[in-house]
């Protein structure tokens, strides 16, 4: 969940974008790099958002398939007590806000546009994982985020892979070409010798294609710290 890129005071956070109210406290190790840290990096603004959402119903005012999912999932998140205002992403996020530090962002659109375009057989693969199949999204929910928590990367390794199955190309947008596009800030980044921090979703860094290996191939080695969660 934490590494620091050696030789540098620019750590990478894998996120968890939606944390139980009842247990999201995050530990000191992930503070003290925050406290390090003069330029703080996220997705996106959890909070308020950056770039407009593509429309979410049709001209007839029914929900486009992606959306529906999405506002489903976000429900059944919900109800397990997963919200966004508890995430990693907006507890340092308000900090930032707060201690006036240099934000910036990876994303360069509205997420959303990923799931918007992604092929329709795909996006109605999605709704009925969430309508007809809520325990089994409820279940890999759970499981996802203990995978997380114990930065077990081998289960975070087969859902991400399960993901591209059953959804190419929205992870294909999804994960690889969006952590391709980070890539270059998250370099000059770490070139410009400024002590930051760098905050993602956890499946952005598993892989060949995740950010650690991109970035190692840039020439940097990274230490994993330890974390008790």
Not at 137 to 161: P, S
Request: hydrophobic residues 40%; contains cysteine.
């Amino acid at each position: 969940m934490l590494f620091q890129v050696k030789g540098t005071h620019v750590y990478f956070i894998a996120s968890f974008h939606r944390l139980p109210i009842d247990n999201y406290y995050l530990p000191a190790a992930v503070w003290s790099a925050y406290q390090q840290s003069k330029i703080c990096i996220f997705e996106d603004n959890p909070l308020t958002g950056l770039h407009p959402c593509p429309p979410m119903k049709s001209d007839q005012n029914v929900y486009y398939p992606w959306a529906q999912a999405l506002l489903l999932s976000t429900k059944l998140a919900e109800s397990l007590g997963f919200v966004v205002s508890c995430c990693v992403d907006s507890q340092l996020l308000r900090e930032s806000i707060e201690d006036k530090k240099t934000l910036d962002y990876l994303d360069i659109e509205n997420v959303c546009n990923v799931f918007a375009s992604a092929p329709i057989e795909e996006q109605n693969l999605f709704l009925d994982l969430v309508t007809n199949h809520s325990d089994k999204y409820i279940e890999n929910l759970r499981r996802h985020y203990t995978a997380w928590r114990n930065w077990d990367v081998e289960t975070l390794t087969e859902m991400l892979n399960l993901n591209f199955t059953l959804f190419p190309e929205m992870y294909r947008h999804l994960i690889t070409l969006r952590n391709q596009l980070w890539c270059p800030k998250i370099v000059s980044t770490i070139s410009s010798g400024d002590p930051a921090i760098i905050v993602a979703g956890a499946s952005h860094f598993i892989g060949t294609e995740g950010i650690c290996q991109l970035t190692m191939n840039h020439g940097y080695d990274l230490l994993e710290i330890p974390l008790d969660l």
